[in-house]
């Protein structure tokens, strides 16, 4: 079974602080996705990386994707009470076509 | 946004009746997929679906059947609604790339 470990769980920061959320798995992934959940709502796609050591940006946020596709980070500089929420990495095995999702970081940014 | 409406939104049902949850997309997408989100677990396959009554498991399928009759509907069916199948539970559509995208979710309750 493949697993996606994400750290830290919880994370409670002021508005302006930068964070990071790491993704670590034993299992190579033929792409990462991070998704982020907002309470009552279902999961929203923020970026999906495909090569390793691929390096995307939203915005505020940095997405990476580990050289060997085992592991991934998400890091938000300047967080703003708005990036409240749950952060979900997943991690598609391309011949199944299933993801596989992280246990989840949830942030909470306060003015 | 995919077009994925989940019915119905909230449900309490009592132990030993069954159940069905009902998803419909507007995108044609190939691929529907049911998952079921519990503290600490983060999201788990329940069953899947790679086309008209082309189903398969996931990996917490024990106590669920799938039925998919048309491009647009995925039904989920409790075949006897027990307390640990109380979730929520989201649909997901994917055009068989690397994103999936999700419903707003259906909080059940087994009492």
């Known amino acids: 079974t493949q697993l996606l470990e994400q750290s830290p769980q919880f994370l409670s920061i002021q508005e302006g602080e930068n964070l990071t959320v790491y993704c670590n798995s034993s299992s190579v992934f033929s792409s990462l996705q991070w998704y982020r959940q907002e309470p009552g709502e279902g999961p929203v796609l923020l970026v999906t990386v495909v090569t390793g050591g691929e390096v995307k940006k939203l915005k505020r946020l940095t997405f990476q994707f580990g050289d060997a596709r085992k592991d991934s980070s998400l890091h938000i500089t300047a967080a703003q009470p708005g990036d409240t929420g749950l952060y979900l990495c997943?991690?598609?095995?391309?011949?199944?076509?299933?993801?596989?999702f992280g246990t989840g970081t949830r942030l909470l940014v306060s003015p | 946004d995919a077009g994925i409406t989940q019915s119905p939104r909230h449900k309490v049902t009592e132990t030993g009746t069954p159940v069905t949850l009902r998803c419909h997309q507007t995108e044609n997408h190939r691929y529907m997929y049911w998952y079921r989100q519990d503290p600490g677990h983060g999201l788990r396959l329940i069953h899947y679906s790679y086309g008209v009554k082309d189903t398969d498991k996931g990996e917490v399928s024990d106590g669920y059947s799938v039925s998919r009759s048309k491009t647009e509907d995925f039904l989920l069916t409790l075949e006897s609604a027990t307390s640990s199948q109380t979730s929520v539970y989201f649909c997901?559509?994917?055009?068989?790339?690397?994103?999936?995208?999700f419903g707003p979710g259906t909080r059940l309750t087994v009492t």
């Open positions: 997943a991690g598609l095995n391309t011949g199944f076509q299933k993801l596989v």
């Open positions: 997901a559509t994917g055009t068989g790339t690397y994103e999936q995208y």
